[in-house]
């Protein structure tokens, strides 16, 4: 079966500081990687997507940045951080473009 | 612009009672509809989903149904339990950028021992 990591689980981190967050999923090849964010209050948030290796997209023009190096690893990244960057960030994997999609357990920013 | 609706934003019951979360969505060219479930601090579980093709799919005490051309889509909860309290998320992947799934704002429920 499937299954898809985030960490660290919680972060609180000042502002300017760097940032990296990591996910990985297991049991499938080849997946559609996706990072969201759920600010407080608010509905979730495509940040990024992911259809292969090195391909990222871009949803929102933000201080945030992605990569993935890895068939199943997608990482969040930032060079420094700003308070509104503060969240639930969310990754999520599907098995074809349209197909359904699985999320991680989230991990909490908090920037101060 | 697909904008999605969750109505109510939050809804109180008591245990045992049948229930409906209702959404809806303004542009009816979509792919399919997922409902989720969050349980506060954590991820998203997925509960169904329904292809644009399908009028309703069912998991054990959950029936959703869609209707593409109104723009509706239901979550039917059967018998409910104390452990179904969690906020409810319905999103629509739509036509114009079929990767991504748009999300209502939920809705919170408790269901009251």
């Known amino acids: 079966s499937q299954t898809i990591h985030q960490w660290p689980a919680t972060l609180v981190q000042p502002v300017g500081s760097p940032l990296s967050l990591e996910c990985t999923v297991e049991g499938t090849s080849n997946p559609n990687l996706y990072w969201y964010r759920q600010a407080a209050g608010r509905g979730l948030q495509l940040l990024f997507y992911s259809v292969g290796i090195g391909q990222i997209s871009s949803e929102v023009p933000q201080n945030l940045s992605a990569s993935r190096p890895q068939d199943r690893q997608f990482i969040l990244s930032s060079k420094k951080l700003l308070l509104s960057d503060s969240g639930f960030y969310l990754c999520?994997?599907?098995?074809?473009?349209?197909?359904?999609?699985?999320f991680g357990p989230g991990t909490r920013l908090t920037v101060l | 612009k697909q904008e999605v609706t969750q109505i109510p934003a939050a809804l109180s019951v008591p245990e045992g009672e049948n229930l409906v979360l209702n959404c809806s969505f303004t542009d009816s060219a979509i792919y399919n509809l997922q409902w989720f479930r969050q349980d506060p601090g954590k991820g998203l579980t997925s509960l169904l989903l329904?292809?644009?093709?399908?009028r309703e799919q069912t998991s054990g005490r959950l029936n959703a149904s869609l209707d593409k051309s109104s723009g509706r889509s239901t979550l039917y909860i059967a018998a409910s339990q104390p452990g179904d309290s969690a906020t409810y998320l319905c999103?629509?992947?739509?036509?114009?950028?079929?990767?991504?799934?748009?999300f209502g704002s939920g809705t919170r429920l408790l269901v009251r021992p």
């Open positions: 329904i292809q644009s093709s399908q």
């Open positions: 999520a994997w599907s098995g074809a473009a349209q197909g359904e999609q699985f």
């Open positions: 999103a629509v992947r739509d036509m114009d950028s079929s990767y991504k799934l748009i």
